[in-house]
């Protein structure tokens, strides 16, 4: 029997062991290592965030997978040795045929001085639980909500939060008590989805009563103030942001990475320069043929390029030519 080893149980390591061991059944051992027991669902964070949705709605057990006979395995992994074909783990050394790598990005909080403190991470299982709390006490005063970086993952969701945060207020009667800031270091919202797209975000937000600010270049944190670039200081009662994002630190010492850390794939099969090792999903450096910034990274790519990889490893595996081309669909 064969092996693939999936390292990382999020959004693509799911949909690829799924769609692999459906595909081979008995003929390929599937195993999925991730460190964390369980997966929340990011894309319902901003309804945790409003209340509604609960932390169980969205959590699932990563060893529900064992029903569809995949290994699951709770460890960390420390090191992908490439050229001796195999994986170490704080508890193992895991050997594989083939290998996914879906360890998405890490958060990095302590790069913006004071955020670690004052801010609240939006994208975060536990802090997101905590902001819906400081929501519910909130009656008056100023949520300031930020981008530290880019890139970081769902461009629209930063904006589906502020649109949720507004709702949450009207409902509750206070939002005329209530100033709410959204704070980026694009030129605009959503640039990559066009300026037809920015430009009715903006009308939106002005509309609501929010307040925009682009190309802004994010300092510190203060207790009660975001510091931005020439002094800007905008005062807050309540801080939410994003923190910074960086590849996994198990990435970033092997020779599959491009200069800023994520690992260079062919743009249609995800393979690295390695044969049988494939990258899917955020830690993957997918990009936009035109302007060659990096594709938005979502987990509806993620999806999309977990079923492409398992496919044509599960042809490979049966001797076949591996014809499944991922095209950059999304939806
Ligand atoms: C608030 C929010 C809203 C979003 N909304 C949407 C949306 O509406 N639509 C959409 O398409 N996308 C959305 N996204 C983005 C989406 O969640 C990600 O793009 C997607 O999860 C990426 O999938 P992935 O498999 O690459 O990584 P992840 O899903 O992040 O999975 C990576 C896994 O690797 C594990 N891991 C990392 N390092 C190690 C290690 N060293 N050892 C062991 N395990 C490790 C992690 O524990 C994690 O389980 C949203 C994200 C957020 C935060």
Redo the contacts with the bound molecule.
């Keep these: 029997m064969q092996r693939t080893l999936i ?7 799911i949909v690829a062991s799924s769609v692999l061991k459906k595909a081979m059944g008995s003929a390929m051992q599937v195993t999925v ?4 027991p369980n ?1 929340y669902y ?2 319902s ?2 309804l945790l965030m409003i209340g509604e949705r609960k932390p169980a709605d969205i959590t699932r057990e990563l060893k529900r997978l064992e029903r569809k006979k995949i290994e699951t395995l709770l ?3 420390v090191e992908i040795d490439t050229a001796g074909h195999r994986v170490i783990t704080k508890q193992r050394c895991l050997d594989y045929d083939y290998l996914i790598i ?5 958060y990095h909080p302590e790069t913006v001085p004071g955020f670690r403190e004052f801010v609240l991470n ?2 975060q299982f536990e802090e997101v639980v905590e902001i819906n709390r400081r929501l519910t006490d909130f009656s008056s005063g100023q949520i300031v909500f930020f981008i530290s970086s880019l890139p970081y ?2 461009p629209p ?1 930063p904006y589906e939060i502020m649109f949720l945060l507004d709702q949450f207020f009207r409902q509750r009667g206070l939002r005329h008590q209530v100033k709410l800031t959204i704070v980026t270091p694009d030129f605009s919202p959503e640039p990559l989805a066009g300026p037809k797209v920015g430009q009715s975000v903006r009308k939106m937000l002005a509309e609501r009563g929010m307040e925009l600010i682009t190309e802004a270049k994010i300092l510190a944190v203060e207790k009660h103030a975001l510091i931005l670039d020439h002094g800007t200081k905008i005062p807050a009662d309540l801080l939410l942001g994003i923190a910074p994002h960086w590849t ?1 630190e ?1 990435l970033r010492h092997t020779d599959l990475v491009d200069s800023s850390g994520y690992i260079e794939v062919d743009q249609h099969t995800m393979e690295t320069r390695h044969p049988g090792i494939y990258a ?4 993957a450096a997918v990009k936009l043929p035109v302007m060659g910034a990096y594709a938005p ?4 790519f ?1 999806h999309y390029q977990a079923e492409v990889v398992a496919r044509n490893i599960a042809r490979l595996a049966r001797g076949l030519s591996p014809g499944f081309r991922y095209a950059g669909n999304g939806a």
């Design positions: 390292l990382g149980g999020g959004a693509g390591g290592v991730d460190r964390q997966h990011p894309a964070f901003p460890d960390e992994v879906a360890l998405g990005v890490e939006a994208y993952k769902c969701a996994p198990v899917i999903g955020d830690a990274k979502a987990a509806i993620a």
